[in-house]
């Protein structure tokens, strides 16, 4: 059974940053895109970044681009957020998806199979 871990969550003051870690445990898995997401206190889960297979094609959300880049480790099974330049607006749960049916990077939640718990990001002002 695969199992999404992610980590790097805290608190930090407006502009400065954080990088998330995701680590697919259980069995080799990260065969296909794989996403960001982040959800906001009483608010739906919305995509945040991703990327493909190969690990050269990234989408991003309009607030994050430029600010934030994900990227991956295929050898250690571990796909990461960079937050740079963090705002209030900022603050959510951010989770971590794998699409294994998936080649490449996807904004749409259904074509994610695998889910994380999440990891909290507080950014004040």
């Known amino acids: 059974q695969v199992r999404l871990v992610e980590s790097g969550g805290g608190q930090v003051q407006a502009g400065g940053s954080l990088r998330l870690s995701c680590v697919a445990a259980?069995?080799?898995?990260?065969?296909?895109?794989m996403g960001w997401f982040r959800q906001p206190p009483g608010k739906e889960r919305i995509f945040v970044a991703s990327i493909n297979f190969e690990g050269n094609g990234k989408q991003y959300e309009d607030s994050v681009r430029g600010r934030f880049t994900i990227s991956r480790d295929d050898a250690k099974n571990t796909v990461y957020l960079q937050m740079n330049s963090l705002k209030p607006e900022d603050t959510a749960l951010y989770l971590c998806a794998g699409a294994p049916r998936k080649f490449s990077a996807s904004t749409y939640v259904p074509d994610y199979d695998y889910w994380g718990q999440g990891t909290q990001v507080t950014v004040s002002s």
């Open positions: 259980g069995r080799t898995f990260m065969s296909g895109a």
